[in-house]
């Protein structure tokens, strides 16, 4: 089985904040997995998938590494991100798509 997404080591925070809500983590999503998370509102679960699309990903200050299959994310132009990565949202009968 293939890794799909690598996280490594990833904090991130919001602008004007004091500490992060991503702190040091690190996380392998294999092909084919089916993973959930879960946790209290605000406890960065949105903020993590959303740094897995870096359009969607919000602003503030982030560092470690995250790759798809094998690539660094940064690296990826938009096109091969919308291509290659989808992303749905809570409610997905309120989406444009």
């Given amino acids: 089985m293939t890794d799909t997404f690598v996280i490594e ?3 991130f925070s919001y602008p004007e904040q004091s500490g992060a809500i991503l702190r040091d983590m690190s996380l392998t999503v294999r092909q084919g997995e089916f993973l ?3 946790g209290p509102s605000g406890c960065g679960k949105s903020t993590l998938l959303r ?5 969607l990903a919000p602003h503030g200050r982030r560092s470690g590494t995250i790759l798809f299959e094998g ?4 690296s990826m132009d938009q096109r091969q ?3 290659r990565i989808g992303f749905v949202q809570q409610s997905p009968d309120n989406q444009i798509v």
């Fill in 36 to 38: 959930v998370l879960c």
């Fill in 9 to 11: 080591h990833l904090c």
């Fill in 51 to 55: 740094q897995l699309k870096t359009v």
């Fill in 71 to 74: 690539q660094p994310l940064d």
């Fill in 81 to 83: 991100q919308t291509e």
